[in-house]
Structure formats: structure tokens, C-alpha cells
């Protein structure tokens, strides 16, 4: 059944029915905290970086942070929760973590451009930020 949760949960994710969406996934992760219940860390940590994302489109920051902060506790080797949250830090100014969780990204994955295009502009963002005194 759970199994079915996620399925359906990914089809109005990818129709963005977003909200049915994060109501399925929040569904599925709930039913992954039961003891008795084993679920595949692959499948999780996608279902809570795609509740974080719809969480971030919602403009949600703090919140999808903690989703893409769980997704990458279940499945610390799946690079978009950390490029998800380095935008999120980015958008909110706090570039060395934004750097940080890019660099990340890049040592997963070194052909992630957008990563490293991320990266670079955090980087030019940060020394901007230093040089202007603030």
C-alpha cells in the first residue's frame, strides 16, 4: 500500500498537483517512522527531497531545509538535496553554507553544471559581500 502512496505521489509531483503531492508524501514518510516497517532509503530520501521542494516553491524556506536535511540523513551520497539547500541558503545570504553544500554537490557529481555555476556566483557573491563590509 505504501508502496502505491509514493507511485501516486510521484505522478502528482511530476503534474504539479503539488499539494495532493505533499499530502501522499507526507503520508509515505509517515508510514516509513514505523518501526515496523522497513522502507528503502532511495525512495525516502527522494520523497522528502520532493516535499522539500514543493515546500521551497511555497516559499517555505526553513521547512524544506529540514526536508532536504532528512533526505541527505537517509541517502547522504544523493547530491540534489544538498544543491536544493545550498539555493535555499544562497537565496537567504548565507554563503558559506551555500558553498559548502555546492562543493558537495560537485565531489558527488563533478558534472553538475548548475552546481557549479551556483558555486561560482556564490563564491562572487561572498567575496562581494566582504568587500563591501557587510
Known sequence: MEDNIVKEAHN????KNFKAAEELYSLYIQSCENPSRKCDANELAV???NRGQIKYLRVDFKEAIEDYTLAIKQKNEFEVPYYNRG???YRLGFFE???KDFRKVLEL?????DAKQSLQQTITDRQEKITRGY
Open 12 to 15: 502528482e509531483f511530476k503534474n
Open 47 to 49: 520523497a522528502l527531497n
Open 87 to 89: 539555493l535555499i541558503h
Open 97 to 99: 553554507e551555500a558553498e
Open 109 to 113: 557529481n563533478p558534472g553538475f553544471e
